[in-house]
């Protein structure tokens, strides 16, 4: 079993990976969510594991890319706790931190810590939180820290200042398992698509959604997303409860496609949250 | 007239503030989207300029949430087409160009560019397409490049490697200016607001949907996004033409507000796309 993720390893990716596929899967990380999407497209790989979507941070763009343009399926959603470390070197004292490396993402879900105990910090932004904690390591400065989760202190040498530092108790993210194939109906689940309307007119976007309402499908997510066409021209994200070979799904995603240009299953996954 | 920006000095919020405040407004830069919104809000500035979406990269999530949560109007949408260049030491060479540094986002815009032109090279996230331009100049590297505006090839002492280095032909983002106002009607206006649904079941979106649809309003963008309580609770963006004092939308408004927990009207401003 082979698995790309997002890297570099020793992120939480790589625990969702390890949540779906135990210990022994051979991991094989890549720099861009795009490029794991395309390793399971090409077949390289036997799933892929990305972001999509955090509490705090919302969704994260390039997943929703690579869901829309890329030869793949959902197979699974994996929902990973997010815990934050303040990590420095041994010794290292919090008021003596002046510059707080980590992951965009991980410094935006702990910038009430930051304002409230670092607010003269410069805020240093990296690829990953692996990459922050390993250049810490390299460079051993005690006015340096790394944001990430607690297992990257021992990997490169260092010390957890301050545990749990995240902005909210429940802090999740939510990662998707990309593969050749979608997930067989267990009777909790559900399904993301994604559309395009031709027309951009009043009640177009209602439309759609009463073929949802008035079979009792319950929606759990919504966006629209720039087509990168024309500013204002926009892709819909629809995530849904139900399985697509459900009859009641079935039958709305049959009205779906003669109102839409364009609709893509990206596939019927067990629910988790 | 003093304008808070998305920071450093040099960026492309500082050319939207330009646009609409001309040269002789004095210009504060904030590290986050969340201090030049609560910057405004206390008063200490009379407009703030906020990146809110980008053509490639959809929505900035820091941004929707100062939006729902930081007491101000959006008076303004300001779009800027984004152009950016590649930028090293001067008579530095593309083919031995090892790292390049920017923006997450404009690291991003790059992509396809950067996976042809330098596959191999390290991708180093800096706070700003500023912050990465002022590191190449102060280490005068030739195997170092920024990416971003033309304009911090002067400033930094540099030169356009490459320009027009983004994917698209076509690249634009959209900032607002937030205000403790938003703007009269003009009659071509767009209104942006936020709320919260305490229901969770089949069909609840649909009929708040409604109340446009049948209004004849035509809904520009809608997005859900984390209320930051638990994953699969939402609050919901939704832009619309139309200004709050039309007969129409506030007949709309007002149906809206019996359905939903929690309703802000962030705004009318006129439509600039």
Chains 1, 2 share one sequence.
Not at 67 to 76: C, G
Not at 103 to 126: G, T
Request: hydrophobic residues 40%; glycine residues 6%; contains cysteine.
């Amino acid at each position: 079993m082979k698995v790309a993720i997002l890297g570099p390893r020793g992120t939480y990716a790589e625990i969702a990976a390890r949540l779906r596929f135990g210990s022994s899967a051979e991991i094989a990380p890549y720099s861009m969510i795009t490029d794991v999407a395309e390793a399971v497209a090409r077949g390289e790989v036997d799933a892929g594991i990305i972001p999509v979507e955090s509490l705090r941070e919302g969704s994260v763009g390039e997943a929703l890319d690579a869901l829309a343009w890329t030869d793949i399926k959902v197979q699974a959603e994996i929902v990973v706790p997010i815990s934050h470390c303040l990590i420095g070197v041994p010794g290292a004292k919090l008021e003596n931190i002046t510059q707080v490396l980590s992951h965009p993402q991980a410094l935006a879900q702990c910038r009430d810590f930051l304002r409230k105990n670092l607010p003269k910090a410069e805020l240093i932004e990296m690829t990953s939180t692996a990459r922050a904690a390993e250049q810490v390591g390299k460079l051993k400065q005690p006015y340096m820290a790394a944001i990430g989760p607690r297992a990257l202190a021992d990997t490169y040498g260092l010390e957890v200042l301050r545990g749990n530092i995240q902005a909210s108790e429940m802090n999740i993210t939510r990662f998707l398992c990309l593969a050749k194939e979608d997930s067989r109906p267990t009777g909790h689940d559900k399904t993301s698509i994604v559309f395009y309307t031709a027309e951009d007119r009043p009640g177009i976007l209602y439309e759609i959604l009463r073929e949802f309402a008035v079979r009792n499908i319950n929606l759990t997510k919504i966006e629209s997303r720039p087509s990168k066409r024309v500013l204002g021209d926009y892709l819909f994200f629809i995530d849904f409860e139900g399985h697509r070979e459900d009859a009641r799904v079935r039958e709305a995603l049959e009205a779906l496609q003669t109102k839409v240009a364009m609709l893509k299953v990206v596939g019927s996954y067990p629910k988790r949250f």
